[in-house]
């Protein structure tokens, strides 16, 4: 179940966020003070799954925190509705960014219409938008990461570690963003090994239907590709992740986690002997780096990209089973080296 944020009572300020907030559906948590200036700090405004998916939104919050911690001022997450609209969604971007929060997140590509109707009605306010790249505005800054370089190194990874020469790929939604993930996971196996294959399924079409927020499709369709004789599943599916991991765990096979590490989360601590690596973008930096833009007075705007070279894709090494094993490790090192110099070209469709 997902967790629903609290609102923490922080004087006036936080009690009329809170009420206006209401009106959106949204729940948020608050805290500190104010700046100089008096204006507010970071706010979020959470995808599908919200708080507590283990990936993509987690590593939103993480930098929220840190920004948080370091600049001494007030923040706010805010929960996203079943069902909601894009007339709700700008709402809720524009509650924020009425009530002195710059900048305001969205995160995910779901907030992109509503965030060009919030941007052209509040103008001095910085908005961060992650995983699209569709608006062109002076105040909003598009925050995008080549995902198909991470999930490149997964297939690496996972062509490394089948012996059953047969692999799974399970993705939320039926969106150009995930087929970017399956696009590069897919290369990454093939040019380690042509003779594994690799099964692909979708949970869903939209993101409406559940297929970000439901560990269970998520396990249904693990099972599924069990059942074939897939022994390593990598998962771009958020929070329905959880249930690919489960799965995996249950029959001892390997999942590739995403976005976050994985393996780190506390939520799923009981399944982290499978966890065999994860695909991870720097979700927290690109969070905090505009934050800490916007405290500068230079608020960064624009296509703002993370990839290989930057380490801001990657792969995580906190399994021992994955970073201690030499081959493996020396097959990443080189197709990384091949990546950053080009020579590689990591398809994203």
């Known amino acids: ?25 949204g729940t948020s948590t608050s805290s500190g003070s104010s700046d100089s200036k008096g204006d507010k700090g970071l706010a979020l405004a959470y ?38 609209t894009d007339a709700d969604k ?48 002076k105040n909003v800054a598009d925050l995008v990461f ?7 190194l997964a297939g690496v990874a996972a062509a490394k570690s089948t012996k059953t020469n047969t692999v799974g790929f399970v993705g939320g939604v039926d969106v150009p963003l995930i087929h970017k993930f399956e696009a590069g996971f897919e290369q990454g196996v093939t040019d380690t090994n042509p003779k594994v294959k690799v099964l692909s399924q979708y949970l869903t079409q939209t993101a409406e239907e559940g297929g970000f927020s439901s560990p269970d499709k998520g396990k249904t369709a693990a ?35 995403v976005d976050s590490d994985q393996y780190k989360q506390e939520a799923l601590a009981k ?11 720097d979700v927290a930096k690109a969070v905090y780096n505009l934050a800490k833009s916007v405290k500068d007075g230079k608020p960064a705007t624009g296509i703002v990209k993370g990839d290989l070279k930057s380490g801001e894709v990657g792969l995580s090494v906190s399994n021992p089973k994955f970073a201690d094993n030499a081959e493996l490790q020396a097959a990443i090192k080189t ?15």
């Not at 080549?146 to 490149?152: D, M, T």
């Not at 950053?340 to 070209?345: P, Q, R, T």
């Open 146 to 152: 080549n995902e198909e370089e991470a999930s490149y």
């Open 271 to 281: 399944y982290k002997d499978s966890i065999l690596t994860s695909a991870t973008k």
């Open 1 to 25: 179940m997902r967790r629903i944020s609290r609102i923490t009572v922080a004087g006036a300020a936080t009690a009329s966020l809170a009420l206006a907030l209401a009106a959106c559906g």
């Open 335 to 349: 197709a990384k080296e091949k990546i950053v110099s080009g020579e590689i070209k990591v398809k994203s469709s």
């Open 223 to 257: 099972e599924g590709q069990i059942e074939k004789k897939a022994d390593v599943v990598y998962a771009a599916a958020g929070l329905s992740g959880q249930g690919v991991i489960e799965a995996a765990a249950a029959h001892k096979i390997w999942a590739i986690g």
């Open 47 to 84: 995808d599908v799954g919200g708080k507590g998916d283990q990936s993509f939104n987690d590593a939103a919050f993480s930098g929220l925190e840190q920004a948080k911690k370091e600049f001494g001022y007030q923040t706010a997450d805010i929960e996203p509705t079943e069902g909601e």
């Open 90 to 137: 700008e709402q809720r971007l524009a509650s924020l960014a009425k009530q002195g929060y710059n900048p305001v997140i969205g995160v995910g590509y779901a907030y992109a219409t509503a965030m060009k109707n919030a941007a052209e009605k509040y103008p001095d306010t910085t908005f961060g938008i992650v995983d699209d790249s569709q608006i062109q505005a």
